[in-house]
């Protein structure tokens, strides 16, 4: 009896030369992150439901995978932050702050399973957290290094969204909106989705607010334009509430260093409309739109908190941090096909096919080129020339070498360019040169095209 | 109300200086691995109980962390063989065989909490997987690649051993023990750990094996010598059985090709004691002790296994395969110190203090030396400049540029060498190759010491 072999749903399980491309875009992440002086960090997956639910209520909790084992009662992380709050709490005294970290990882939750929604899925944070207090530069350097790796992987229709809570919470301030600013901005959120006029009756509607002070809503959260155009409207309201006046400071200073960090205008926008759902948001928000696929939502979000830790620590730990969701990122940009076929994405850059029964020479062969830094597969098996051909096509290795007793007498390698057809009969250094310049070409382009 | 942080007992958790060298290792495993032709592959950590448990029984089954979301049955991988079985079942027709992958990643099992034992552990896996037929010479070079690989890293005090369950098997069936062979293997498998004269009475004792066969035993599994010197005495049994000699022939072929890979036989040694306990073993066979500190046990273990997905498919698919207990291994190293502290694990190769109010220049010196490849932290808190120094001690950092207003006028970088407490004013060039050659001379020792 066999049984049905299946990967869950929701579950990304790549085949080979996607993983390739997959393994390519983390690897870029680390390199990017590791550029801007983050460390990288691995916490457990598991962690005991009381740590990691210290916080408590929250959307999240029923989607969480909660199990005991023995007497423990224990879940699977959902996010990268609260390990994070865990890690710095526990560690404090053996941390430099600032502490930059970086950390890809695996993250679950039950959602229910749809098309592009993921029950396991990899998140790409970096996070810096201060100890006391933590410098404004650092919101403005989030977006710049989120900029810096979406270059580097080759995305460019991009837009990192800004704003600051405080902006949002002191103008309700001013209005005397206090008490209903969380659930207003989160009817606010639901802008993009659910357009001017639902979000007015929302307003005026379910949160009992005036028609006039639901005009005035709708006209701040209206205000668009250029950056500078943004902040100068935003002047008007300044001096009639401490809160309005520290965020729109602050989103100033952001915006001026996100130009001195080289983030080009078309590349971010100051955005009143985003205010993230989350409530430990405090100040400075970020998300971040594909500018061809709006429908997709923020592929990268974040913002400042005043206090990562508070649940375990009295020690004040403000933080500014942004997440990528790499799953659905990835997936997106499969469906979108926008990952760059021309890549090499085989298993090697060379298969190695001997011609003789005995393997030494071919061996020998192997560890020369291998030493030379390419990579090397030796195939071994007994088959016939035109099975082994098909296994060079199918695993798409870019150079084949044939070592028969003719080479090996004359001290040449046949090397064959899977793409070209081309055959050349060169020593061994000519061949290497060869085959490096021509590796080196198809390398050339970013992940994503 | 705080709740106490902390990280469950059996779960590693390393601090930054100690996760940037475990980075090392597994960057040190992937390259290693590519260079061989291995693909890079990522699997689900959950997996449905009935396609993971599916060849059920076994010892592991109750450390298996188990349990149900909804209506499924759900489990934690234990291993990555049965996800890699799984996974070429499933994308059989869409892999290219022999299959060759690596895999590093967590698996979970809920082993009773002790010292040096961990409940989540890096596994680091190569298998290869053959359609209907795969060549012994792939035997040979799994171990070839495991002492490339410990080279790399810079463990040298180590040996593979290597032994075939075939030999075993046809000893057994000489002695018209076949029906007992798999608790005599278990049986003189505890050899190094209770001796000889226990393996003994449990033999006659608990097998009821008589003393005359015992004694065969014991003599067989005591043959030792060079490697050529084991293969000759075992010539001595040669044409009584044909899985013995088959198994013969296998040996002396890995053990010839293992020479033609490079392996110096100080690092690799036939040894007849080792059987490994899992059953699905049917070859060649593999167990790696450091000479150091043989109660380790193996490092590095594998084998030959006949079917790899039999509870899945008719397919039949033979492989062989290797595994580092990855989490173990680094955590012995650690333990014995002999991880190398001379390699940077500063988040950064340089601090950038500004001494100025406005960050821009800061900004702007920081990209540059980004562009030129240089990992830099751009500090931004408003500190003095004693906190600022004692920053950069606590992160490790090599280098700490400051730029003043002097600097900035006079175009030149004054540039800091934590170590050497060496200060140069150079312009960015100059700074650029000092620092460069200097982190080149700090980057050259490998992991191990």
Redesign the interface.
């Known amino acids: 009896m ?7 749903s929701g ?6 030369q996607q ?2 491309m ?2 390519r875009v983390m690897e870029t992440m680390r390199s990017t992150y ?15 439901s ?2 990691l639910l ?1 916080k408590g209520g929250g959307e999240t909790e029923k989607q969480i ?1 909660r ?4 007497d ?1 009662d ?1 879940s699977l992380r959902f996010d990268l932050t609260v390990p994070l ?3 710095v ?3 404090y005294g ?5 502490f ?2 970086y950390q890809i990882g ?1 993250v ?1 939750r ?1 959602e229910r399973a749809q098309r592009g929604r993921f ?2 899925f990899y998140q790409a944070d970096i996070d810096v957290i ?1 100890d006391g ?3 404004i ?2 919101d403005a ?1 989030m977006p710049a290094i989120i900029y810096q790796l979406f270059n580097r992987l080759g995305l460019k229709k991009f837009q990192i969204h800004v704003n600051n809570r405080k902006i949002l919470g002191g103008f309700y301030a001013i209005l005397d909106l206090t008490e209903q600013a969380g659930d207003i901005m989160r009817t606010v959120d639901k802008l993009a989705k659910i357009g001017q006029e639902k979000v007015s009756s929302l307003l005026t509607g379910e949160l009992g607010i005036s028609p006039d002070k639901a005009g005035e809503i709708l006209r701040f959260i209206a205000i668009q334009g250029s950056n500078q155009e943004v902040l100068s409207a935003l002047e008007a309201y300044r001096g009639r509430n401490n809160l309005f006046d520290q965020g729109l400071e602050e989103l100033t200073t952001v915006v001026k ?1 996100l130009s ?3 983030v080009p205008e078309e590349n971010f926008a100051v955005d009143l409309t985003i205010a993230r759902g989350l409530d430990y948001y405090t100040g400075t928000v970020y998300e971040t739109f594909m500018l061809d696929h709006p429908e997709i939502g923020s592929i990268c979000s974040g913002g400042r908190y005043d206090n990562l ?1 508070e ?4 020690k004040l730990l403000p933080g500014v941090g942004i997440s990528i969701g790499l799953t659905r990122l990835f997936y997106v940009l499969q469906e979108q096909k926008m990952l760059n076929q021309d890549l090499n994405t085989a ?2 850059d060379l ?1 190695l096919l001997p011609m003789t029964g005995d ?2 020479h071919a ?2 062969l192997a ?1 020369r080129f ?1 030493q030379a830094g ?5 195939y ?3 088959k016939k020339f035109k099975a082994k051909m098909s ?1 060079a096509d ?2 798409g290795v870019p150079f084949v070498v044939f070592l028969g007793e003719d080479e090996i007498r004359e001290g040449v390698v046949a090397c064959k360019d899977m793409v070209s057809g081309e055959q050349t009969k060169l020593d061994f250094q000519g061949t290497l040169d060869r085959v490096r310049a021509e590796l080196d070409r198809r390398s050339q382009g970013s992940v994503i095209q």
């Open positions: 066999k049984v049905q072999p299946r990967t869950l579950f990304m399980e790549l085949l080979p993983q390739v997959m393994e590791a550029l801007y002086g983050f460390t990288p960090l691995d916490t457990p997956i598991i962690e005991s009381e740590v210290a995978y199990f005991t084992k023995g423990s224990l709050a865990k890690y709490a526990i560690h053996e941390l430099a702050f600032p930059r970290r695996k679950y039950g029950r396991e201060g207090k933590l410098d530069a650092n350097e260093y001195a960090f080289g830790a649940y375990y620590t009295d298993p090697a298969l393997l030494s061996i020998a560890t291998r390419l990579r090397v597969q030796l071994t098996e007994q296994y199918k695993t």
